[in-house]
């Protein structure tokens, strides 16, 4: 009704004004809860036109035509910006989520929705054939370790597997294959995404104490509306390089106390040709993907939350391996309830309890060659359990605390079974059924000390129990360690420290430092006969391993201007007890080049820098670019680190209208010839890509999108790719999106 009374006002006073302008609508909620924000400052940059969120959240701004930039703040949340066409006559319909001020909006990199502004990583246009990884891809310091044309691992300034904390909505998950061949990130689609939020190193430990970084991927959730709707959403597309069909579709209903959320993914892949036309064997794949949620509003400071994520995959080929994948499948689901204002001291509170199952089955039953002359099978499965509750406390963004009591229990188990010729079948523990107890607490404390100096400090505490369960698993494991009952109770702690100066009103530098320490994975401290095809070595796990320790120092400096945005990190890390494959022996089978052992690896340092810049030449064309480079070296053994890219770059050019944008974008890496002769990696050659890429609003709700991958048709691999694999060659695609939208014609 009050938005209804605004427009008849509007309509009786300023009959004249209305015919000269357009008009912008939208209401401000909280991100997390659903909920309004009343009294949320909505201001137009470079104007003094503005207003503030009524009781529903609800607000009214009546501009000229033309392009402007729409601001929303309020306090003890994160600003947000977005653009806006205004045309004379029309009405515009805008949606701010704000996100409570914590430590994380400084120091995650986030990439929410397909358009979003707020981060120069906005820009980067994305297509209805565009993956999880893709997204990923573009984040300065981040790189995919690739095994094939799917699942492609995510890496952090180098650092990947357990040197990282992976979770989904921050629920815990871990990959079911001994060679990680299905990191997390494969079991998202990216339709389903909402935002992915990455922390560096140890500057980020609410999600667990780590080295490398944390990745946490939040899905789309269901939401509220000031009146009952429902809004659905079809896309279907084909990438001919590829070979790759993919078909989406998004369901969503919305009312005042409650919200439905149901979408879904279907892809399948033939094998891909590289830029010489050669058909790289093993590199197709079938996927579906499902996501459900519910929210339901309790009350008007409380809400419920029910989510549901399954995805499977079939027939997955790994032209990097000598084996494939049957199926790959996660089933998981989670139940929380929010809160906020429960007192004038406590801002919001979340309890979540959640569950995964992951199942994967690696075999060869497609391979003509065989590895070891045999047919053998790999099944794997995770079980992981958990619950987190969160409070921030507080009574304004002077002076915020933050605090996460949490749990979780994670069972891993694997086998191999070999069928020699002639002989009965043979079976092998490679994952001695381990089960991991994990419980956590987590400090951060934020305080602005005066109006140019923040400062941030962040404890967190972890006690681990680890243990072998398996009979067989643990007698393989004792021909090794006879004295070891592979058991052993773990303490970890971990902190960091950011004092962040606005130097100017333009230049905002942060200074951090951070100690962190991570557990071996179950492979480094318990995997036995386990195959690396890079250097051609059986690893046997070392459940003696210390804990894993680092130092890190950053220097992040940033410029903005109404242009644009500028921004260089300097960094540097320090590891102690770096775990690393030692060779224990040189004898083995014929297939293989000898042992090796997870040792203590002693020192190992990692430094370099990243520099990025989003500039807006007019309100159409945007170009947004970056730098990444690192070096590395593990002093005991006198070698650099492996899977450490070279030195990359990355920019794109992007013009965009009212109804279509198109985007030219390329991708490059010079040589790497600091490769890690122990690992047995081999130098990469330079490499440079090129992509053009658009979509055109053809109809309201009919959109087509269309463009080429590699245009220039490069034959080329990347440093972090598998067995030198090359990367599809020219590839052109086409995709369409239908939404109820186009009902209204």
């Not at 009786?12 to 009294?39: F, H, K, N």
């Not at 593990?634 to 009212?658: A, C, K, M, N, W």
């Amino acid at each position: 009704m009050q938005l209804i009374s605004k427009f008849l006002i509007i309509l009786i006073l300023g009959g004249s004004l209305v015919a000269q302008t357009g008009m912008v609508v939208g209401q401000v909620v909280d991100r997390s809860t659903g909920l309004p924000l009343v009294g949320a400052n909505i201001m137009v940059q470079a104007s003094n036109l503005g207003t503030a969120a009524d009781l529903e959240g609800l607000f009214i701004i009546m501009l000229p035509e033309g392009n402007a930039i729409i601001s929303c703040s309020m306090i003890g949340y994160a600003p947000v910006t977005h653009p806006v066409s205004v045309i004379t006559g029309e009405t515009r319909d805008l949606t701010f989520e704000l996100k409570p001020v914590t430590i994380e909006s400084k120091h995650f990199v986030t990439v929410q929705g397909e358009k979003t502004s707020g981060h120069m990583l906005g820009h980067l246009q994305q297509t209805n054939l565009s993956t999880t990884e893709n997204l990923i891809s573009m984040i300065e310091g981040v790189s995919l370790i690739a095994r094939g044309s799917y699942a492609q691992e995510p890496s952090i300034r180098g650092m990947s597997g357990g040197r990282m904390n992976v979770t989904i909505n921050g629920m815990k998950s871990f990959g079911a294959c001994t060679d990680r061949m299905d990191p997390i990130t494969s079991y998202v689609e990216a339709d389903a995404l909402n935002s992915i939020e990455i922390g560096k190193g140890a500057l980020s430990i609410q999600h667990g104490s780590t080295v490398g970084g944390s990745l946490n991927l939040t899905m789309n959730q269901p939401k509220y509306a000031s009146q009952q709707s429902t809004h659905w959403q079809i896309k279907g597309g084909l990438d001919h390089g590829s070979r790759e069909r993919k078909f989406s579709f998004s369901w969503n209903r919305t009312s005042p106390g409650s919200g439905l959320s149901l979408s879904g993914a279907y892809r399948k892949a033939e094998d891909y040709a590289a830029a010489d036309k050669q058909i790289v064997p093993f590199t197709g794949f079938e996927k579906m993907n499902l996501n459900f949620g519910y929210k339901k509003r309790l009350n008007q400071k409380s809400q419920l939350l029910f989510e549901l994520v399954s995805d499977d995959a079939y027939d997955v080929g790994y032209s990097a391996l000598p084996m494939d994948v049957g199926y790959a499948r996660l089933r998981m689901a989670g139940f929380s309830i929010n809160t906020s204002g429960i007192s004038p001291n406590i801002l919001k509170a979340e309890w979540k309890v959640y569950g995964n199952a992951i199942d994967h089955w690696m075999d060869d039953s497609k391979r003509e060659l065989l590895f070891m002359d045999m047919h053998m099978d790999m099944p794997g499965f995770t079980r992981t359990a958990g619950s987190y509750i969160d409070l921030l406390l507080g009574k304004s963004a002077q002076s915020l605390l933050k605090l996460r009591s949490d749990f979780y229990w994670t069972s891993s188990y694997a086998d191999m079974v070999m069928y020699p010729e002639g002989s009965s079948p043979m079976e092998m523990v490679t994952w001695p059924g381990v089960e991991r107890w994990n419980m956590g607490q987590f400090m951060e404390y934020q305080s602005i000390i005066i109006p140019k100096i923040n400062v941030n400090l962040s404890l967190r505490y972890d006690l681990f129990h680890s243990m072998a369960t398996n009979e067989m698993g643990q007698d393989e494991l004792h021909i090794f360690y006879p004295d070891n009952d592979l058991e052993r109770l773990d303490h970890l702690l971990s902190a960091n420290a950011h004092l962040a100066y606005n130097v100017t009103n333009n230049w905002n530098s942060v200074l951090s430092f951070a100690s962190g320490q991570r557990m071996p994975t179950v492979s480094e401290a318990y995997g036995y006969y386990l195959y690396n095809p890079v250097d051609g070595y059986l690893y046997l796990g070392n459940p003696d391993l210390p804990v894993e320790a680092s130092q890190q120092v950053e220097w992040q400096n940033s410029l903005t201007s109404s242009h644009g945005r500028m921004s260089l990190n300097l960094y540097f890390y320090k590891f102690s007890h770096y775990i690393f494959g030692q060779i224990m022996s040189e004898d083995a089978f014929s297939y293989a080049n000898g042992w090796k052992k997870y040792v203590d690896g002693g020192v190992a340092q990692i430094s370099g820098l990243e520099w990025s810049i989003l500039h807006r030449f007019s309100p159409h064309f945007i170009f947004q670019g970056g730098v990444n480079y690192e070096e590395s070296y593990l002093d005991d053994f006198q070698d650099f680190l492996p899977l450490i890219p070279p030195l990359e770059v990355h920019g794109s050019l992007t013009y965009e209208s009212r109804r279509f944008w198109v985007q030219m974008d390329t991708r490059g890496a010079a040589l790497q010839a600091n490769n890690s002769k122990v690992s047995g990696e081999n130098p990469t050659p330079a490499f440079l890509t090129l992509n053009l890429k658009g979509e055109l609003d053809l109809l309201p709700g009919l959109k087509l999108n269309l463009g080429v991958n590699n245009l220039t048709n490069q034959l080329y691999h990347e440093h972090l790719d598998w067995g030198d694999v090359y990367r599809p060659g020219r590839s052109g695609f086409i995709s369409i999106t239908l939404d109820n939208g186009i009902m209204g014609q």
